[in-house]
Nanobody, 123 residues
Framework: QVQLVESGGGLVQAGGSLRLSCAAS????????MAWFRQHPEKEREFVAG????????LYAESVKGRFTISRDNAKRTVYLQMNSLKPEDTAVYYC????????????????WGQGTQVTVSS
């Protein structure tokens, strides 16, 4: 099984940047597609970005396309989310998730979840 731990969240001004990291335990990281979801306290959890097992394919929510970049380093067993041009509506708890091989956008498609990291964007 996989354990995931997010880090890198914080408080930034609108227009600023953050880089989130998700570190995976074990030795099977390269078999998994990885994704970032986010959840505002008054909203449903939503898909943000995903990357397949090899890093050859990525997928982004329309709301973050062009601003966020997902990447992975299989040697370090880590996935990243570079977040630029942040907006107040990006404020949420960001969760890292994992499933086998290919990207999916539905919450129930993912088998493993981290505890989340808070991102707050001030206006």
């Amino acid at each position: 099984q996989v354990q995931l731990v997010e880090s890198g969240g914080g408080l930034v001004q609108a227009g600023g940047s953050l880089r989130l990291s998700c570190a995976a335990s074990g030795r099977t990281f390269s078999n998994y597609a990885m994704a970032w979801f986010r959840q505002h306290p008054e909203k449903e959890r939503e898909f943000v970005a995903g990357i397949n097992w090899s890093g050859s394919s990525t997928l982004y929510a329309e709301s973050v396309k062009g601003r966020f970049t997902i990447s992975r380093d299989n040697a370090k067993r880590t996935v990243y989310l570079q977040m630029n041009s942040l907006k107040p509506e990006d404020t949420a708890v960001y969760y890292c998730a994992a499933r086998m091989l290919n990207i999916a956008t539905m919450i129930q498609s993912y088998d493993y979840w981290g505890q989340g990291t808070q991102v707050t964007v001030s206006s």
